[in-house]
């Protein structure tokens, strides 16, 4: 069974930088892409981004680009999204998704960042 | 890049009669391939989001036969025959022809009357 699990909510102080993980099993880490994507309250989906497990190869989005930085460990199965100088805008539930055989067929339960002084 | 937009943003479904979602995509989602690239998702109350649909009409592991998916080029439908109390949710197309990037529309929430 395919199942990725996401670390805790986390709350950070503007400009600070938040490092969320996403452990996956029940199929090799390797073998397809791994998205983040980000879900302001009340919001739609938004996708920040991915890694591919097996060369550490990424891609952002325009939007995140400069601020987010995702990767992926092998040795423990764990992508990781790193979200740098944050502001309030930032507050969101956060997921990660796999590409198994279709984009995004299974998700992590979400992580919610809260941005607060 | 291409924007991916849904009609109605809201609905309100008897239970027991059919919904329908519009999802237009600003370019068309027909690959050289042949395959089309549009898949649906419905995101229920206080859970992650969940894949119904894969190219355009394909029902992914599960999913009830009440769901459909048609369309083709840039104008997509999504029909559920019958609502059901536990269809309530957002439901979103994206679109992933434009590798490596990938789009979502802004959503449709379904209420039950």
């Known amino acids: 069974e395919v199942q990725l699990v996401q670390s805790g909510a986390e709350v950070k102080k503007p400009g600070a930088t938040v490092k969320i993980s996403c452990k996956v099993s029940?199929?090799?880490?390797?073998?397809?892409?791994m998205h983040w994507v980000q879900q302001a309250p009340g919001k739609g989906l938004e996708w920040m981004g991915l890694v591919d497990p097996e060369d550490g190869e990424t891609v952002y989005a325009e939007k995140f680009q400069g601020r987010v930085t995702i990767t992926a460990d092998t040795s423990t199965d764990t992508t990781y999204m790193e979200l740098s100088s944050l502001r309030s805008e930032d507050a969101a539930v956060y997921y990660c998704a796999t590409t198994s055989g279709y984009p995004f067929d299974y998700w992590g339960q979400g992580t919610l960042v809260t941005v607060s002084s | 890049d291409i924007v991916m937009t849904q009609t109605p943003l809201s609905l309100s479904v008897t239970p027991g009669q059919p919904a329908s979602i519009s999802c237009k995509s600003s370019?068309?989602?027909?690959?050289?391939?042949?395959?089309?690239?549009l898949y649906w998702y419905l995101q229920k109350p206080g859970q992650s989001p969940q894949l119904l649909i894969y190219?355009?009409?394909n029902r992914f592991s599960g999913v009830p036969d009440r769901f459909s998916g048609s369309g083709s080029g840039t104008d997509f439908t999504l029909k559920i025959s019958r609502v059901e109390a536990e269809d309530v949710g957002v439901y979103y197309c994206m679109q992933s022809i434009q590798l490596p990037l990938y789009s979502f529309g802004q959503g449709t929430k379904l209420e039950i009357k």
């Open positions: 029940g199929y090799t880490f390797t073998d397809y892409y």
């Open positions: 370019q068309s989602l027909l690959h050289s391939d042949r395959k089309t690239y």
């Open positions: 190219e355009v009409s």
